[in-house]
């Protein structure tokens, strides 16, 4: 019988054959950690007495979260990872460095890894065809110890993506559309291939995005197929030697299909208080915004940058609304700073926040006021999100995002192109 892509890798990593809905020990390749979840994991492992790394040069511990600590609280957990990297020999990637899900990627993930990371976004890795997944602390502490986890090997949905994109629309609209139809738990426990056309001519950039928010929809994993888009992307980085091909077999058993007409796809926007709220954006009506913001794992990359600076150049941000913009990692910073797109969006008035998660876990550098409108290029707007359980964040793309930060509303960004 033919396999997915996950029956594939988790076959591999298990030393024998599985399908969907097997157990299987696997060994993992990867494991990262950041500062929120990596404190309680080096904990669970001091009261394991196994405080050691398997494979310290692919453990991979973040201070991104809270970068700088805004408290002395977080500043004591900063303080555990770095002790922990000391004494096992793993991989800090300190404050200002950048967020996990870029930085990993750019660095460590290989097409046909398997990846365990302490963040719910660890399947963002599904873009390099790996199976990456997230895990809570416990887990991702053994996997660490012992260089192994356990996995229930997924069913898959298959998720074909045809057409091009039209002006203005962006891999972002795609999977907040997905997400809208298919639901904030349609896939829980799944995995997603996301194939066909639109995916085969995206850019890593967007595939990022994508994968990114595959557990936006309950997936366990995100993934797609390595080709020649991936094996650039890997060269960029310096690793072509970690390219390999990997497809699913052609008659690979999905549990489900869907298809998406992306010619016909429009600019989407997530309402309050579920990514699953889904509306165009051309139907979204009046809405305000106090703040809008472009960064994080979703949409911090050079290209989303590049996109706000395009679009704000030689313009001013609305009176009465904050841009705020947190480059993805310390690389994308410096060519943002390069190509000049930094200056443009700071003359036009937004505030640039140093590389990592910025505001979207609701620590620091951009908590809401009560009752106040926020639009961000992330992925996740529940309740409280932002450090403020009395105000309202919405999601979309990052051309979404500049033009509403110079109209001070949600704008279709296609009457701007
Ligand atoms: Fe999580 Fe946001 Fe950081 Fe991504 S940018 S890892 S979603 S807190």
Known sequence: MGKTLSEKII???????????????????????QDGTGPLAVKQLQKMGLMKSANPQKTVLFIDHAAPSPRKELSNDHNILREFAEE???????AGEGVCHQIINEKFVRPGDILIGADSHTCTGGALCAFSTGMGSTDVAVGIALGKTWLRVPETFRVICDGNFSKGVSAKDMILYFIGVIGADGATYKALEFTGSAVKNMDMNDRF???NMAVEAGAKAGLMESDDVTRLFLKAMKREKDFQKISPDPDAVYEKEFRINISELEPMVSFPHTVDNTRKVSEAGDIKVHQVHIGTCTNGRLKDIEIASRLLKGKKVKKGTRLLITPASRDIYLQAM???Y?????????????????PCVGVHQGILADGENCLSSQNRNF????????ANIYLAS?????????TGKITDPRDFL
Not at 14 to 31: F, H, L, P, T, Y
Not at 88 to 94: A, I, K
Not at 383 to 390: A, D, I, L, Y
Not at 398 to 406: G, Q
Request: aromatic share 2%.
């Open 11 to 33: 076959g591999k990593h298990a030393g024998r054959e599985v399908k969907a809905g097997d157990i299987a020990v696997v060994n993992v390749d990867v494991c990262l950690t």
């Open 383 to 390: 309740r409280g999100r932002m450090g403020n359980v009395e």
């Open 398 to 406: 990052p051309y979404t995002c500049a033009v509403s930060a110079l």
């Open 88 to 94: 096992t020999g793993s991989y800090l990637s300190d």
């Open 342 to 358: 930094i200056a443009e969006l700071v003359k036009a008035g937004a505030l640039i926040n140093p590389p990592g998660c910025g």
């Open 338 to 340: 390069g190509k000049g």
């Open 209 to 211: 995005t994508v994968a």
